[in-house]
């Protein structure tokens, strides 16, 4: 599995530190949804014993009656018991009690998203700067088939907004640059996320065939937040765990997941729709690694094995040095011998070079730097 940047406000060592001693994943429900209140369901969990968590929050969206659209038939808008507080005060103390136990059950370089619209987000923004995390990004989910304001009185409301948090401003916290990067086609990953909302076959049904949650979120959301910001083996909490999409897409992709949910309806139908997913295989849940992420390799191991031999000669990409390869992993340039990064760094009259990627060597008539080299010896102590 490729493994993931980690990040102290900018890339970091990979190293996980954790101020008591880890919890064994054989001591947690891996796999399971704990029944009842989300608050009183992450109390049965031990602290720093979860690398993330994903909410989706009761969004208290304050619906005044019925929504009719133009031609009389009725939206099937949220309207359940679970959305309703009957003051800010209340929906606040809510989200500060879950929150609370959001953060102690998070590992010390674990992370926090969390869902919301207009009506909740900013609520929560508060809450949770006020608890200690600190926003790493806001992204802005904008949906290309929102549902049409059919009063016609605002505009339409298009989009969602994911708040992603770590524990404080210097704590570490997981983020795969390099595979976001390759996902949007080579280009860094935006903070405004273009996906359609969940429909058509995606959408579960209950036996009546009316969505069997008002909210259920896309896959392809949970998706991308689990590929960005975990790893295969993470533990990933979702204390609003609701039909079950955290857990379907953090089984495909080969992460272990806990859930929590009060309503035995939807209990019932994310443990059916977890139950047919199928994990990818092993090879297919390899990411693209960030440089920084990789083994470090001396140049010398790479001569060793064979994969560059002594005496192969080396150019720049415009060939207008050229070095040979020794057999202690040294190059040599007319009377300058040294290092792959010295050599280069003299022969430029440079202040530093990336030996890797400045040196080239011939295969086959094509020029390849020799970090392709270094690339197949990665290959081959991985296998």
Not at 316 to 327: G, L, M
Not at 337 to 357: E, F, R, Y
């Amino acid at each position: 599995m490729g493994e993931l940047t980690k990040v102290r406000a900018a890339p970091a060592a990979k190293v996980r530190r954790a101020a008591k001693p880890a919890v064994r994943k054989e001591d947690l429900p891996l796999g399971q949804i704990i029944p009842g209140d989300c608050v009183e369901a992450m109390r049965k969990l031990p602290d720093a014993s979860v690398d993330l968590v994903f909410a989706d929050p009761p969004y208290n969206l304050q619906l005044g009656g019925d929504l009719n659209r133009p031609d009389g038939s009725h939206v099937d808008a949220v309207t359940d018991d679970w959305d309703h507080f009957d003051s800010f005060a209340l929906y606040d103390q809510f989200t500060r009690d879950w929150l609370t136990e959001a953060r102690r059950v998070l590992k010390p370089d674990g992370a926090l998203w969390v869902i919301g619209s207009y009506h909740n987000i900013y609520r929560v923004g508060a809450i949770l700067q006020d608890l200690g995390f600190w926003i790493l990004n806001d992204i802005v989910w904008r949906k290309t088939n929102p549902m049409p304001n059919f009063r016609g009185t605002r505009f339409t409301n298009a989009h969602e907004t994911l708040l992603w948090c770590s524990q404080g401003e210097k704590a570490r916290y997981h983020f795969n640059y390099t595979a976001m990067k390759t996902l949007n086609d080579e280009l860094q990953m935006r903070s405004d996320w273009v996906l359609p909302i969940c429909s058509g076959g995606e959408r579960l049904k209950d036996d009546t065939g009316h969505k069997a949650h008002p909210t259920q979120k896309p896959e392809s959301l949970l998706y991308r937040v689990l590929l960005a910001t975990t790893e295969a083996g993470d533990v990933v909490l979702d204390p609003f765990f609701g039909t079950g999409t955290t857990g379907a897409v953090a089984k495909r992709l080969g992460r272990e997941w806990i859930g929590c949910e009060r309503e035995s309806a939807y209990r019932e139908v994310a443990t059916k729709r977890i139950a047919k997913e199928l994990p990818l295989d092993e090879s297919a849940l390899k990411t693209m690694q960030s440089r920084k992420s990789q083994p470090r390799v001396a140049f010398g191991a790479v001569v060793e094995a064979g994969l560059l031999k002594p005496g192969t000669v080396l150019r720049d990409k415009k060939r207008r040095f050229e070095a040979t390869v020794r057999a202690d992993g040294s190059i040599q340039s007319d009377k300058l011998v040294g290092s792959i990064h010295g050599v280069g760094k003299d022969l430029q009259g440079a202040p530093s070079c990336n030996g890797w990627t400045f040196w080239h060597y011939e295969v086959d008539g094509e020029m390849k730097p020799v970090d392709a080299a270094r690339q197949l010896y990665l290959l081959a102590i991985e296998d």
